[in-house]
């Protein structure tokens, strides 16, 4: 998986390095022809695991897009679009998020759950983000 999401993100035309503590991770991606930055085994959250690879790595950068190893239909275009947003004065963080139809069963829906208001700062940006369904569903 790991590789395709590699190819996927080469597509568009981007510089891209892995970041991982795992050997076998870093050999995968090495013999598909990618670079990997071995990061300590320590590290608390992802954000660390980019900062340390970064730094590792010499990159110096106003903008660090983080596309997870588990993401293998990312589309180059969604990096161009999150990408762009960087472009606006004053944006510091963003993520790619997708509306679902409200009547779609909860059940198949999985991933990371944003909440938006129109009355939270005039209906951009997001009011949580949450790992499971933060609402429980009635019927």
């Known amino acids: 998986m790991i590789t395709r999401v590699c190819r996927r993100v080469s597509e568009g035309g981007?510089?891209?390095?892995?970041?991982?503590?795992?050997?076998?991770?870093?050999d995968c991606v090495e013999k598909a022809g990618f670079k990997?930055?071995?990061?300590?085994?320590d590290l608390p959250n992802g954000t660390h695991r980019v900062e340390q690879a970064c730094r590792l790595a010499g990159v110096e950068a106003e903008v660090i897009i983080n596309?997870?190893?588990?993401?293998?239909f990312i589309d180059p275009r969604q990096l161009e679009a999150i990408a762009s947003l960087f472009c606006k004065p004053g944006v510091e963080i963003a993520t790619l998020v997708k509306r679902f139809p409200?009547?779609?069963?909860?059940?198949?829906?999985?991933?990371?759950?944003?909440g938006q208001s129109r009355y939270?700062?005039?209906?951009?940006?997001?009011?949580?983000?949450?790992?499971?369904?933060?609402?429980?569903?009635?019927?």
Do not use: K, N
């Open 14 to 26: 981007w510089p891209l390095a892995v970041a991982t503590d795992d050997r076998r991770i870093a």
């Open 120 to 139: 939270h700062r005039g209906g951009e940006g997001p009011l949580f983000l949450a790992q499971c369904h933060p609402v429980y569903p009635r019927s």
């Open 102 to 114: 409200s009547d779609a069963p909860y059940s198949r829906l999985e991933g990371l759950w944003v």
């Open 36 to 41: 990997a930055v071995m990061t300590g085994t």
């Open 67 to 72: 596309v997870q190893g588990d993401e293998p």
